[in-house]
């Protein structure tokens, strides 16, 4: 249930924990991933290149996952540079991030509509997380939730699983200005304005984005590998790309780090 990649390693210092949301905490979007690839395909094969859709597939399933854990807008400047790249007629990142908004509602909005409707938030959690949210409040650890989804969006959806108020005035998701918020900025300001060193620092994640950042100022990094939407065993394509970013642990869930915490904390 826990994965040790570097021996050693502990989180027992850690003052401050940064949580991602989709895939980390919330499965609610579970299923972003086909949706904005299947958008991609289709604009890179109308580009009439005469490569396969086989490796089209290769090269939107490569920059979609290289870039998640950044905002939206950034997988969508990626597209429009593999469109051009093949002679095609690329609309603006906007337009695609909207075009993949649209799809993605559709899918998800009968479970943002069940949330609203008073069901159970536990079917749209990853197994855990409201336990190790408490576990670490009670340690006294600082909660910060940082997101690639839109800000209001992430700050809804986070109400509706009953987890804001873990993070009072700490959730951040993607703003229209792409200068005002990211993951790397955060943690920028978690050193640079505080008491904090790159050691108290431990992330939760499953995107290469937070892994890396907050591995590159020295702190602790927990890569949930979660296969969704059951989330019960470890995805090893998610695993693979979490250990290339640095993580120094890796989980299916949260169920593990409760029964051992102490070989993390």
């Known amino acids: 249930m826990i994965e040790i990649i570097r021996p050693g390693v502990t989180a027992a210092r850690a003052k401050v924990a940064i949580f991602d949301f989709d895939g980390t905490l919330s499965v609610i979007r579970s299923g972003w991933t086909e949706i904005m690839l299947r958008m991609a395909l289709k604009e890179l094969v109308a580009t009439g290149t005469k490569e396969s859709e086989e490796e089209l597939t290769a090269v939107a399933t490569e920059f979609i996952s290289r870039l998640t854990g950044k905002e939206t807008i950034y997988q969508m400047m990626a597209l429009v540079e593999a469109v051009q ?31 609203r409707d008073g069901e159970s938030p536990k079917q749209f959690m990853v197994p855990g997380a409201r336990r190790i949210l408490e576990f670490l409040t009670e340690r006294g650890l600082i909660l910060y939730l940082a997101s690639g989804t839109d800000d209001a969006n992430v700050k809804e959806e986070a109400e509706l699983l009953r987890l804001a108020s873990f993070f009072p005035k700490r959730i951040f998701g993607a703003q229209d200005d792409l200068q005002s918020f990211s993951k790397a900025l955060l943690v ?54 979490l250990i290339r970013a640095g993580a120094d642990f890796i989980v299916p869930n949260f169920c593990g780090i409760l029964e051992k915490s102490l070989v993390v904390f």
Do not use: M
């Open 85 to 115: 790249a093949r002679g095609g007629q690329a609309r603006t990142p906007l337009q695609y991030k909207r075009e993949y908004l649209e799809a993605l509602n559709g899918k998800i909005h009968h479970r943002l509509q069940s949330l």
């Open 188 to 241: 920028q300001r978690l050193i640079s304005d505080s008491k904090y060193a790159g050691e108290d620092l431990v992330v939760f994640g499953d995107g290469f984005v937070e892994i890396e950042e907050v591995k590159l100022v020295g702190g602790i990094a927990i890569g949930v590998a979660t296969d969704e939407p059951s989330c019960q065993q470890v995805d090893e394509w998610k695993r693979q790309r």
